[in-house]
């Protein structure tokens, strides 16, 4: 059974940072791509970043480039989402997903029950 929980969220003040981490279960996670997504106040959830099985193949929402950071760790089967110089835009709630093969944007399969990041003086 897959599972997915999402840690380190929390109230942070503008131009601050945050580590959101995702510990994963119940499934080979070294075979398979993972993303970070959020979901604002009233808005929809969408992608924030992308990355492959290895590590290797990354992507990003464009409104979060140069300031946020996806990455992996295989051998504690965590993702982990660095986030930089933090707005009022990022306050949403963040999940962690699961992508039905090695690297993905569109297809995920599972996801975390998500961390509230509220951005705010």
């Known amino acids: 059974q897959v599972q997915l929980v999402e840690s380190g969220g929390g109230l942070v003040q503008p131009g601050g940072s945050l580590t959101l981490a995702c510990a994963a279960s119940g499934f080979s996670f070294s075979n398979f791509g993972m993303a970070w997504f959020r979901q604002p106040p009233y808005k929809e959830r969408g992608l924030v970043a992308a990355?492959?099985?290895?590590?290797?193949?990354?992507k990003y929402a464009d409104s979060v480039k140069g300031r946020f950071t996806i990455s992996r760790d295989n051998a504690k089967n965590t993702v982990y989402l660095q986030m930089n110089s933090l707005n009022s835009d990022d306050t949403a709630v963040y999940y962690c997903?699961?992508?039905?093969?090695?690297?993905?944007?569109?297809?995920?399969?599972?996801w975390g029950p998500g961390t509230q990041v509220t951005v705010s003086s």
């Open positions: 990355i492959s099985y290895l590590g290797g193949r990354l």
């Open positions: 997903g699961k992508a039905h093969n090695n690297f993905s944007t569109r297809d995920f399969d599972s």
